[in-house]
């Protein structure tokens, strides 16, 4: 058994964070691939999340009303060790950066 | 910023009775991205919505502005100014010449621009080199919400026509307002960090990026100077010329693609201006030359903090 963390993905509009309006599941719930976990607001639109993993939630990190930045966490799973995760990895904000530079005269 | 900009507007519209907002779902609806929210409410017929034809809402804005008002219109997104074209390089740019004069031209067209947001290509495109390369018209983006503030309350009053395009990968950006008007004048750009390194140039949310940029640059030792050109034109070649002299190397990054893009315009300015300080060729990093690529690839188009460094990099190797 692995641990994953589902952070607020970027909802697709540039936005930076969004309020939990509801959870559909609670802590020590199975849960399914796609299953509907809640839903967030942001100050577009009211959006549902789907379950990107299938598994056991953990920790749910915010309560309804709690405000939670893009990148934060926000449900964490126990889920089954297995190569090959369906569905897309919700991007990580910060740490983008490979390239390391030389500074000027530097070998 | 959407705040921002909705707070720019409401003043405009109190501070001057001539002031007008309209175009696609502005008043009812509040705007597609609610940067009208609540204004046709406060201020009843000012704000109106207009029927889906680009075109249309500018030849208005050109009429409304000949007899004496001060049009605000809004095109929906960047893709959809294309329509409105005509009437913009044929009338806009060129009634307060073609008069004369006679008439001012004080219109402020605000065009939602820039990828960033996962959309298609007509949300997510960067128009600002067909404007920049019409004379007769002006041409400015806000990279934050404070800039969007300043910025816009400034269009509104200049008697040119501007083309004000805003970053919507921006418009969720926070930040505490100062409702005063702008210290800048029209056609200043703004250092937004300083370094002495090189100095990366840039404008709307791409600002944001050459920030981090230069953050990073930091861990490694490397000082970089941010400038946010802010109004494309007029340019500010004072402060460009100013800043890259001082550092002796420079790297444009924009959103656009890349040939005939206006980082090209500002690479032949420091030739002309600024050559023998410059310690290095300048770098440009930009979109490719390709239609604005599909959601998924996106991240590949725009300049990304690698790209970036990269370029960063050959201009300290000189």
């Known amino acids: 058994m692995a641990e994953f963390v589902f952070r607020l993905p970027d909802l697709a509009e540039g936005l930076e964070d969004a309020e939990v309006v509801e959870w559909r599941v609670a802590e020590g719930d199975q849960v399914e691939l796609n299953q ?3 839903e967030v607001q942001t100050s577009k639109a009211t959006v549902e999340i789907p379950s990107p993993r299938t598994g056991r939630v953990v920790r749910v990190h915010a309560q309804p009303g709690e405000l939670v930045r893009v990148g934060e966490p926000l449900v964490t799973f126990e889920v089954d060790d297995e190569p090959g995760v369906v569905g897309r990895v919700p991007h990580d904000r910060g740490a983008r950066r490979r390239v390391r530079l030389r500074r000027p005269g530097q070998a | 910023m959407v705040q921002a900009l909705n707070a720019a507007l409401r003043q405009c519209l109190r501070d001057d009775p001539r002031t007008l907002v309209f175009g696609e779902d502005v008043g009812r609806l509040g705007g597609v991205f609610r940067v ?4 046709q409410d406060e201020f009843g017929a000012r704000v109106f919505d207009t029927p889906l034809a680009e075109s249309g809402i500018v030849g208005i804005a050109i009429g409304l502005a000949m007899a004496g008002w001060r049009p605000v219109p809004e095109i929906q997104f960047d893709g959809f100014s294309f329509p409105a074209l005509d009437q913009v390089l044929t009338n806009l740019a060129k009634y307060r010449g073609r008069s004369r004069g006679a008439y001012d031209m004080a219109v402020t067209l605000r065009v939602p621009s820039f ?29 934050g919400p404070q800039e969007a503030f300043h910025l816009l309350v400034q269009a509104v009053e200049e008697p040119d026509p501007v083309i004000f395009l805003e970053p919507k990968s921006r418009y969720w950006a926070r930040e505490e307002v ?4 702008s210290p800048l004048p029209v056609g200043k750009a703004r250092i937004v960090r300083s370094g002495d390194d090189a100095t990366l140039v840039a404008w709307g949310a791409m600002v944001r990026r050459c920030l981090e940029v230069a953050a990073a640059a930091e861990e490694d030792g490397v000082s970089l100077e941010v400038l946010d050109l802010r109004w494309l034109v007029p340019m500010d070649d004072e402060t460009l010329v100013e800043s890259v002299s001082r550092t002796g190397r420079a790297v444009v990054v924009h959103e656009a693609p890349r040939t005939g893009g206006m980082g090209a315009e500002v690479s032949a300015r420091l030739m002309e201006l600024a050559f023998r300080k410059l310690r290095a060729p300048v770098q440009r990093v930009t979109g490719w030359d390709v239609p604005y690529p599909a959601a998924s690839a996106e991240h590949e188009y725009i300049p990304s903090l690698d790209r970036i460094l990269l370029a960063v990099q050959r201009v300290l190797d000189e």
């Open chain 2, 36 to 39: 009208t929210d609540g204004l």
């Open chain 2, 115 to 143: 990828g960033g947001i996962s959309g298609p290509e007509h949300h997510s495109e960067s128009p600002e080199t067909l404007y920049a390369h019409t004379a007769g018209l002006k041409v400015v983006s806000p990279s």
């Open chain 1, 36 to 38: 509907l976990l809640g």
């Open chain 2, 178 to 181: 100062s409702m005063t008007p």
